[in-house]
Structure formats: C-alpha cells, structure tokens
T-cell receptor, first 109, second 115 residues
Framework: GQNIDQPTEMTATEGAIVQINCTYQTSGFNGLFWYQQHAGEAPTFLSYNVLDGLEEKGRFSSFLSRSKGYSYLLLKELQMKDSASYLCAGTLYGQNFVFGPGTRLSVLP | NAGVMQNPRHLVRRRGQEARLRCSPMKGHSHVYWYRQLPEEGLKFMVYLQKENIIDESGMPKERFSAEFPKEGPSILRIQQVVRGDSAAYFC?????????????FGPGTRLTVL
C-alpha cells in the first residue's frame, strides 16, 4: 500500500538548521513534493524531487533517495515565520497525491 | 494570473442540510483535485476530475458525497444530509495537465462546520 511517515512535531531555534524527514513505503511513487501549510491556510508548494539527490532553493533544500524510500526537507537560517506544518506528498502513477500526516514545526526565539 | 479560487471560505450547515463547495482552477488548468483535512490531521485525497469526467473517486465516501466538473463553470463538491463528522476543511487543487510530475496548486479551502 501507500504509506508516508513524518515526525508529528519538531521544535527548533531561530537562526538554526532543521531537517524534517519523510519515509514512504510504496513502489508506485513517481516523485516527492514538499508543501508548507500555515495554520488555517492552504498548502503552498515548496519543492519537487523526482531524481535522487539534493535540490537547493534558497534557505530550503530537499533530498530524495528513491531506493531507500526516503526524503528530507532542510531549512536553514530559521525564521519565526517558518513555524508551520510541512507536508510530504508522493505522487502515484495516476496523478493522485498521497500526503503524509505533516510535521508541525515550531521556531522559538 | 489568479490562483485557485474556492467559495465559500466558511460554510455553516445544520445536520441534514446540503453543502455545496465550489472550486475554480487556475487559468489554463484542466485538472481538479479535492482533499479533506480534519483538524490536526493531514490532507486526504477524495476525488480527481477533468472537465466533464471523474478520473478517480477512490477517496470519496460512497454515500452522500458527489463531485462534478462541468464543461462550463467551477467544480462542485456536494455533500448531502451533512453530519457532524463532515466538519472539516475542504481543499481544491488544480494542475495543468494531469501528469504525475505536475505540481498541484491549492485554493484557500472551504471550512465546513456542521452544527
């Protein structure tokens, strides 16, 4: 089946680096997306990985290992506004997204 | 280029009433997806539609829920005879072509409260 796991909550300090892990157990995933969702708002697109390796985009980077069914989102130079839920989602052949439960990140001063 | 539009943003219904949620995809997008998000939980896929076609409704409850995406006008998610457990945020997303590599862009959501 399709199963995506993420830690439920994480806490980090302003200015620090945090890594949010995502593991998935399926042979059908064709790519992995990361979204950011602030409380009460819509998810917004952060990154997409289809090939193994690291994709860097400003303060945010995303990594994928297809053979290990593993991805992470790396946030550098944390800011208070980065406090949000971070959703890992796999795309199945057939266009449907399967979302993980989300990781709620709290950035403390 | 306007983003994905959803209305209403908030909807209150009493048990047994009908709820109609609307979604207009981004300009140029012909694929629409509906998701439900319960408080403190992740997004759950409900249904995937193209114009006039339901492609995948595997996440849709078998009763009381229906969705359409007519040739003209927005996509509609309809919930008949609502119950308290239907209270949730309903998000619509759209993508341009339906490729599994396409990014889905989300609307602001409709928050349904059933009294």
């Amino acid at each position: 089946g399709q199963n995506i796991d993420q830690p439920t909550e994480m806490t980090a300090t302003e200015g620090a680096i945090v890594q949010i892990n995502c593991t998935y157990q399926t042979s059908g995933f064709n790519g992995l997306f990361w979204y950011q969702q602030h409380a009460g708002e819509a998810p917004t697109f952060l990154s997409y990985n289809v090939l193994d390796g690291l994709e860097e985009k400003g303060r945010f980077s995303s990594f994928l290992s297809r053979s290990k069914g593993y991805s992470y989102l790396l946030l550098k130079e944390l800011q208070m506004k980065d406090s949000a839920s971070y959703l890992c989602a796999g795309t199945l052949y057939g266009q449907n997204f399967v979302f993980g439960p989300g990781t709620r990140l709290s950035v403390l001063p | 280029n306007a983003g994905v539009m959803q209305n209403p943003r908030h909807l209150v219904r009493r048990r047994g009433q009908e709820a109609r949620l609307r979604c207009s995809p981004m300009k140029g997008h012909s694929h629409v997806y509906w998701y439900r998000q319960l408080p403190e939980e992740g997004l759950k896929f409900m249904v995937y539609l193209q114009k006039e076609n339901i492609i995948d409704e595997s996440g849709m409850p078998k009763e009381r829920f229906s969705a359409e995406f007519p040739k003209e006008g927005p996509s509609i998610l309809r919930i008949q005879q609502v119950v308290r457990g239907d209270s949730a945020a309903y998000f619509c997303a759209s993508s341009p072509g339906g490729e599994d590599t396409d990014t889905q862009y989300f609307g602001p959501g409709t928050r349904l409260t059933v009294l």
